[in-house]
C-alpha cells in the first residue's frame, strides 16, 4: 500500500468556491462580499493588528527587555562532549574540519568548545578554540591533550 492507492474519506474533500461566475452559481453579481464599504473592495483592507483606529495593544504595552546588537553578540561554540570522541582512533588529531567531516558539528568555521560530559577512552589530541577544566582533565587523563586555537 502507498500514498496513492489510500481511498479518500467521503466528504473529507470540498470543491473549491468558485465566485462571481454569474447568477446561476448562486455566488455571483456581489461574489459573496455583499454590498459597497471596505471589505467589498479588491486590494487593501486592514493590516494585522488594526484595532479600528484607537491605540493599539502593541503601543500600550510598556517595553521591556535588552536586545544586543547583531555586533555585540559573541558568536556561538558549538559544543563537543568528551564522550563523542570516542569514535576516533588512538592517537588521531581531531580538528574542526574532522569533527565536520564526521558530522559531529555543522560548520567547521564555527567556534567548538570542548566540555566534560561522559567518559573518554581514546588517546587523542583535540584542536578547539575553547575547553572546560574537566574536559582538559578527561582528556589529559586518557593520555591525550587539548590543544587551543587562537582567534
Not at 493590516?47 to 544586543?68: A, H, W, Y
Amino acid at each position: 500500500m502507498n500514498v496513492s492507492t489510500i481511498p479518500s474519506v467521503p466528504g473529507a474533500r470540498h470543491r473549491k468556491k468558485r465566485v462571481g461566475r454569474g447568477i446561476g452559481s448562486g455566488h455571483g453579481k456581489t461574489a459573496t462580499r455583499g454590498q459597497k464599504g471596505q471589505r467589498a473592495r479588491t486590494g487593501s483592507g486592514k493590516r494585522p493588528g488594526f484595532e479600528g483606529g484607537r491605540s493599539p495593544l502593541i503601543r500600550r504595552l510598556p517595553k521591556r527587555g535588552f536586545r544586543q546588537k547583531a555586533t555585540g553578540r559573541p558568536e556561538r561554540a558549538e559544543i563537543i562532549n568528551v564522550e563523542q570522541l570516542n569514535r576516533f582512533n588512538d592517537g588521531e588529531r581531531v580538528t574542526p574540519e574532522l569533527l565536520k567531516a564526521r558530522h559531529l558539528m555543522n560548520r567547521a568555521s564555527q567556534a567548538v568548545k570542548l566540555l566534560g560530559d561522559g567518559t573518554l577512552t581514546k588517546r587523542v589530541t583535540i584542536v578547539v578554540h575553547r575547553a572546560s577544566a574537566s574536559a582538559t582533565a578527561k582528556v589529559q587523563q586518557a593520555g591525550g591533550t587539548v590543544e587551543l586555537i587562537e582567534k
